[in-house]
């Protein structure tokens, strides 16, 4: 693996306004190399990336790929540099077919009769050649999400890409599929291409990376060799300090039920039964976990629960009362006066305005309460010396509730949701994703604060695909597939069992 | 009985025309993504560039050219607005109807004083219908004669081309490069973009060739249907279009079955008036007006089947910043 590096990066800086996202980064790629980039959500890799694709301009740097100093105003020219790159969120036209989302943009000619035959021929030679088994005539939008990603890799090979840049490709898949993910990707590597890994997932890079280079804060801050290296001394240059990867707590001392869910059933918008025939029931005083690939009906199952989203049948016992979903629709003030707290899975689209100032998120959903509302006015004092006590006491930066909610970071945007809903002191608490796309610091603050709610004779349903997060902090794992619970299994679980569990495959033993 | 039913088909098509014109135009531009309520302005823009240079040069031809013109110019604001500049769709598109309402009512009281009309055209200015071949030689014959003398032929080259418009637009989007990517461009531009294409200028070209249709719409109604322009004179047909796109589900054969549909009641609507229909009386014209927008609204409502719009119309393309 000598000669000339794949990529070489050298004092690569970007600005976005007062944010410094990438600063002096030099970095080195080795050809026919997996290279890992470790670090936490904010730390500026997929800006670094974008730069490297064309997405963004580098305010000043040089971009050496092959030998050659080069420059990328645009993705266009990152493809002709067989540069590709599979983003996080697929970049997959969902209604047309996997063989007219390869050819998009290198179509071989203005009309399509042509191309489409040779693009048909290429497919086959690249399934052979990579074990990259995809039905070109399949709609995206019927392919389950690891071929999906299949189609991704497909069009950057089409496109004569030497050089794979993936970011963030586990957060979608079941254990399993990302095997298979790695398994490509070591073909790939083997071929004489040159990988780029993007994650945030330590154990990913201890799996598969040959080198891993660990930014933080927008700066390059160690590469290691994969085998010279530990997951703590990583986790460590990643925060800067030493962090506790497992979350610690004491045995579960679970007592009376105080939630209940029977025979629940919901079908969405398109007709489809997402949630089926779904029972169990959460104790005070422990946490329990769903576990399950995203899309498997978990979603579904938390927003019927904070009464956003109605069920076709299914009764709920909640704070002594019995409620028939099936006849009539609970709506989310009531949830909250039955003392059930909502953390929702996207924070941006249900759990807060970003547009609004801090103290007044700080309240949302609240806002009738008498403390804050006399009926008419608000009782702007009051709110305002909530949120400033919410702020102290879970550290949420920078302690200003007057600011505009969208300029706080993802882990202090979950905090304020988290404390608004905490700070009700509800009987229940739904969580949803508590630490997606925040930083490894505040999730061991989020966690730590659920299992203080656990200890405190409350309720807790999490549901996360952070299959770590669940194992860390339930005291019970529920796993769902395809809308049904498949399994429970205790808080000892291994990860491949409940992977195998996850991806159906063990569905009918329970 | 065969007789009226022929007059009433042929008025169809006559009526029909404008609406297939513009609801193809509309089509471009929505499956590329950007929502176009300015089809009417477009139109009345179009109609009034044509009807002035029709009047001054006497050439219908360069009559059809202004109004293309004049409804590219307007077509290129909306792209500024809502591609260039990333505005809401919506607003820029009534602005549009606006300006053009305005615009020609004022120009054509500056130009002609004629309470914003045009002069009567001459004779060049306008497009004539067009008798096809043995047109007159099958006249007499039982049924085939008056299908094809009065219903296929004798119209103006306008309706022939809107005509031809669909299974060229049918062409261009599915089986051409240009095609793929607007489709692409309308559902999730960001995949356009990662893959080396210029989200920018695609909805540019897409938004050109909106003004063009409109452009064609627009002439055909001051300078074939009728002999000048009138101010006003769309009189709400880029809204019927806009509702027979999305009875159409953005689909070029489905927009001409729509628009003939509109054509059909529109017809039917100027047939019946003042007429008596036994048992039922006389059915106010407006309850044909109306009958489109009722059967768009009762479609939307989901008893048609489903109209699902392009993904990404309406939305303005941003770069994520992540």
Not at chain 1, 143 to 150: E, H, N, W
Not at chain 1, 332 to 351: C, I, K, Y
Not at chain 2, 238 to 265: E, S
Not at chain 2, 281 to 291: D, K, N, Y
Request: glycine share 10%; charged share 20%.
């Amino acid at each position: 693996m000598n000669g000339t590096p794949a990529i070489e990066l050298r004092k690569i800086n970007k600005r976005f306004g007062p944010v410094h996202a990438n600063r002096n980064i030099d970095l080195v790629v080795k050809k026919g190399s997996i290279h890992g980039i470790i670090g936490e959500n904010g730390a500026g890799k997929s800006t670094l990336m974008s730069i490297l694709y064309g997405f963004y301009h580098a305010d000043d740097g040089d971009i050496v790929i092959n030998g050659n100093k080069v420059s990328i105003p645009d993705s266009k020219s990152a493809i002709s540099l067989g540069i590709g790159m599979v983003h996080q969120h697929f970049m997959l036209v969902d209604n047309f077919s996997v063989l007219e989302n390869v050819i998009l943009g290198a179509e071989g000619g203005a009309r399509l009769a042509g191309g489409v035959d040779k693009a048909r021929q290429e497919l086959r030679r690249l399934e052979e050649e990579y074990e990259l088994r995809v039905d070109p005539d399949a709609i995206v939008q019927d392919l389950p999400v690891g071929l999906q990603q299949r189609v991704e890799i497909l069009k950057a090979l089409f496109r004569g890409a030497d050089i794979l840049i993936l970011d963030e490709p586990t957060g979608v898949l079941t254990p399993a599929e990302a095997d298979h993910l790695f398994k490509i990707l070591e073909v790939l590597r083997d071929e004489g291409k040159t990988v780029l890994l993007i994650t945030h997932k330590l154990r990913e890079i201890m799996a598969i990376t040959d080198t891993v280079s660990v930014m933080r804060r927008g700066e390059m801050v160690a590469t290691r060799e994969t085998s010279q290296t530990s997951m703590s001394e990583l986790a460590e240059l990643m925060v800067g300090r030493s962090v506790l990867l497992r979350v610690e707590k004491e045995q579960a001392q679970p007592s009376d039920t105080v939630l209940a869910i029977e025979n629940l059933t919901v079908t969405d918008s398109r007709g489809v039964q997402v949630v089926k025939d779904v029972s169990f029931e959460v104790r005070a005083g422990e946490i329990v976990g769903i576990a399950g690939v995203s899309g498997n009906g978990q979603s579904e199952l938390l927003e019927t629960l904070a009464g956003i989203r109605r069920a076709t049948s299914g009764t709920l016992r909640i704070g002594g009362q019995v409620i028939d979903l099936a006849d009539r629709i609970i709506d989310p003030a009531e949830m909250r006066q039955l003392s059930m707290g909502h953390v929702p899975e996207d924070r941006h689209r249900m759990g807060l305005v970003t547009s609004f100032p801090e103290y007044e998120n700080a309240i949302l959903g609240y806002h009738h309460d008498p403390e804050y509302s006399n009926g008419v006015f608000l009782d702007l004092a009051a709110i305002k010396k909530t949120a400033q006590t919410e702020i102290e006491r879970y550290d949420i930066r920078p302690p200003n509730p007057l600011l505009k909610t969208a300029n706080f970071s993802g882990g202090n945007q979950q905090k304020i949701v988290l404390a608004r809903e905490i700070e009700r002191d509800p009987q229940v608490l739904l969580v949803g994703q508590p630490t997606r796309g925040v930083d490894i610091g505040a999730i061991e603050f989020i966690h730590k604060r659920l299992i203080e709610m656990r200890d405190a004779a409350k309720g807790v349903l999490l549901v996360s695909v952070e299959l770590d997060e669940i194992r860390g902090l339930s005291d019970r794992i529920l796993v769902m597939f395809d809308g049904r619970i498949v399994g429970e299994r205790g808080p000892d679980a291994s990860e491949g069992e409940l992977g195998l569990l996850m991806a159906g495959v063990e569905g009918e033993a329970s | 009985m065969f007789e009226t039913l022929i007059l009433l088909l042929d008025s169809t098509v006559r009526l029909s025309t404008p609406l297939l014109l513009a609801c193809l135009a509309g089509l471009y531009s929505e499956r590329a993504g950007v929502v176009d309520i300015g089809l009417e302005g477009k139109m009345l823009g179009a109609a009034f560039g044509a009807a002035a240079v029709g009047y001054i040069s006497g050439n219908a031809f360069l009559g059809l050219l202004a109004g293309i013109g004049v409804s590219i110019g307007l077509a290129l604001i909306h792209g500024f607005a809502s591609i260039s500049n990333r505005g809401n769709q919506i607003v820029s598109g009534v602005a549009i109807n606006f300006l053009a309402a305005g615009l020609t009512a004022l120009l054509g009281q500056a130009w002609f004083r004629q309470g914003g009309r045009t002069p009567p055209l001459p004779e060049g200015g306008r497009f004539t219908n067009i008798e096809l071949p043995f047109a007159e030689a099958v006249r007499d014959v039982p049924y085939i004669g008056p299908l094809y003398g009065e219903l296929i032929s004798g119209h103006n080259i306008l309706v022939y081309a809107a005509f031809a418009a669909v299974p060229l637009t049918w062409w261009i989007l599915f089986k051409t490069r240009f095609g793929l990517r607007l489709r692409a461009v309308g559902e999730n531009p960001a995949a356009v973009d990662t893959a080396g294409i210029s989200v920018i200028w695609l909805r540019y070209r897409a938004v050109i060739m909106c003004g063009v249709l409109c452009g064609f719409a627009g002439a055909y109604l001051s300078i074939a249907q009728s002999a000048g322009f009138i101010a006003n004179m769309t009189a709400g047909k880029g809204f019927i279009a806009l509702a027979a796109l999305i009875f159409a589900k953005w689909q070029p054969r489905n927009a001409m079955f729509a628009c003939l549909l509109f054509g059909f009641l529109d017809a039917a609507a100027i047939r019946l008036q003042g007429q008596e229909i036994a048992g039922i009386g006389e059915i106010p014209v407006q309850f044909f007006q109306a009958l489109p927008y009722v059967l768009t609204v009762i479609l939307l409502a989901g008893f048609i089947g489903k109209a699902i719009p392009p993904k990404a119309a309406g939305i303005p393309y941003v770069k994520e910043r992540t």
